[in-house]
């Protein structure tokens, strides 16, 4: 079985920097596109960032120029770098991955960590 650990989260105040880790470990890695996701309480998961495994980058408007998504083959990590956090970026961060092509649809996602909270302050 597939599996996937996030690590990373914490509090931070606005305008500064979280880098997320997730480790990915029981299958190929390099065969899957890779995502962030995130969620509030009440509110389903939002598409955050993925790396497909054409290497193409795809990113949510509300985070396009923040956060940049990078992954490591050889280690089987994925990456998200988040600058500039606002206090809408609080959620919890789900790393999350898929055999194939790339999607922003939760529902064609087949592998999911556990989830890192993020809090950003003011």
């Known amino acids: 079985q597939a599996q996937l650990a996030e690590s990373g989260g914490g509090l931070v105040q606005a305008g500064g920097s979280l880098r997320l880790t997730c480790i990915a470990s029981?299958?190929?890695?390099?065969?899957?596109?890779v995502a962030w996701f995130r969620q509030v309480p009440g509110k389903g998961r939002e598409f955050v960032a993925s790396?497909?495994?054409?290497?193409?980058?795809y990113y949510a408007d509300s985070v396009n120029g923040r956060f940049t998504i990078s992954r490591d083959n050889a280690k089987n990590t994925v990456h998200l770098q988040m600058n500039s956090l606002k206090l809408e970026d609080t959620a919890v961060y789900f790393c999350?991955?898929?055999?194939?092509?790339?999607?922003?649809?939760?529902?064609?996602?087949?592998?999911w960590g556990q989830g890192t909270q993020v809090t950003v302050s003011s």
């Open positions: 999350a991955g898929r055999d194939g092509l790339h999607s922003n649809l939760v529902y064609e996602y087949d592998y």
């Open positions: 029981g299958r190929t890695f390099s065969s899957t596109t």
């Open positions: 790396f497909s495994t054409s290497g193409r980058t």
